[in-house]
């Protein structure tokens, strides 16, 4: 098999083989189809690597609620109907794994073991945000861990017969404004949290705690450029390839450089420059106050700061929102700043802060 990519593949699979089959099935059924949700082929970012599994010609259904008795109906006639292989690629997988993966194999005979989801399109988005899309409150956006907002967004719809599937990731595009402004505090509180910790492990010559602060400002700043870019910060596997996908040169550059980076005093001026530029990005947006940029002392001492407090109290004064202008800020994101899949991948932050 020549690797091609999973949104390619998958757009002409529904094209030329699904979307005739659910036509076969019932030419009057209103329905959707796209490929959405987990995988590095929702992104545009498999490659010949991600064939080992959870890979392949697959995609999901969406049905009204009108057509959720049919549900078991569609798959099995497409087990029942669908070819074996296509493009070379087969369109049979294994049962799940333990660890709930399945894969390509070749089809013996039979009804295929395919890997189309089939749900009704209500259930699908409540199911992932825990809450009614069209109901979300600001507190609820932020109680929703960002990577499932990738998946919901990302990907490809191939069909939306029910002229809802569009309609609703472009509501869950980005955070309304104020959530993004505090989002946007959250991120610069941590920088004020630590900022000053930089100049005292060049003080002290504590080359490794200064790596590995700087590379926390780092995170932190690269994560500020998302929220900037009104983008969604993917789990740490894709977060430097998105990155780049923001098209930001300056501020890749100086972060490369502070990373590599050996000599304490140089590292120092390096996180100052970052700070400048991103926050030179940030005065630069819409509808996000502005700043003065300038590096100071740290009180009497000659650790150079940008002041990351003065930031996140212009930007709390700009919200209106009283629930939010009055939020804890250290909950605000927890899941894209304790950088753990445990918690990107998963609900445990969100059922916490949904309690």
Same mark, same amino acid.
């Given at each position: ?251 890749? !550059? %100086?972060?490369? &450089?502070?990373?590599? @980076? ?6 120092? =001026? $390096? *996180? ?41 109290? !212009? %930007?709390?004064? &700009?919200?209106?929102? @009283? ?6 800020? =250290? $909950? *605000? ?23």
């Amino acid at each position: 098999m020549t690797f091609l990519p999973g949104l390619t593949l998958n757009e002409r699979y529904y094209t030329e083989i699904v979307g005739p089959l659910m036509k076969e099935y019932d030419p009057s059924l209103c329905y959707s189809a796209s490929l959405i949700g987990y995988g590095s082929d929702v992104l545009g970012y498999d490659n010949a690597t991600s064939m080992d599994h959870n890979w392949g010609p697959r995609m999901q259904i969406f049905v009204g609620k009108a057509d959720v008795g049919r549900i078991e109906s569609i798959k099995a006639y497409l087990c029942a109907h669908l070819p074996g292989e296509f493009m070379g690629f087969s369109t049979h997988f294994s049962e799940k794994g333990p660890d709930g993966t399945q894969k390509m194999q070749v089809h013996p005979s039979g009804e295929v073991n395919h890997l189309i989801d089939v749900f009704e399109i209500d259930g699908f988005f409540t199911e992932f945000l825990h809450k009614d899309a069209s109901q979300l409150t600001h507190l609820d956006w932020l109680c929703i861990p960002e990577q499932r907002l990738v998946e919901l967004t990302s990907g490809r719809v191939f069909h939306d017969g029910l002229g809802r599937l569009n309609e609703m990731r472009s509501a869950l595009r980005y955070y309304p404004r104020e959530v993004k402004l505090v989002k946007l505090a959250a991120y610069w509180e941590c920088v004020s949290n630590e900022e000053a910790f930089v100049g005292r492990a060049v003080e002290f010559g504590d080359l490794v705690g200064l790596k590995l602060l700087a590379a926390r400002m780092v995170n932190t700043m690269l994560k500020i450029c998302f929220v900037l870019r009104e983008t969604y910060v993917p789990y740490s596997k894709w977060f430097s390839r998105a990155f780049d996908e923001l098209q930001l040169p300056e501020i890749k !550059a %100086l972060a490369e &450089a502070l990373l590599s @980076e050996n000599e304490a005093p140089k590292i120092e =001026t $390096l *996180v100052s420059e970052l700070y400048m530029a991103v926050l030179a990005l940030q005065n630069a947006s819409a509808g996000v106050p502005r700043v003065e940029r300038v590096i100071t002392n740290y009180y009497n001492r000659p650790y150079k700061v940008i002041g990351a407090g003065k930031i996140v109290s !212009a %930007l709390r004064a &700009a919200i209106t929102d @009283e629930q939010l202008k009055a939020i804890d800020l =250290t $909950l *605000v994101g927890l899941d894209t700043k304790l950088d753990s899949s445990d918690f990107t991948n998963g609900d445990v932050l969100g059922r916490l802060l949904r309690d």
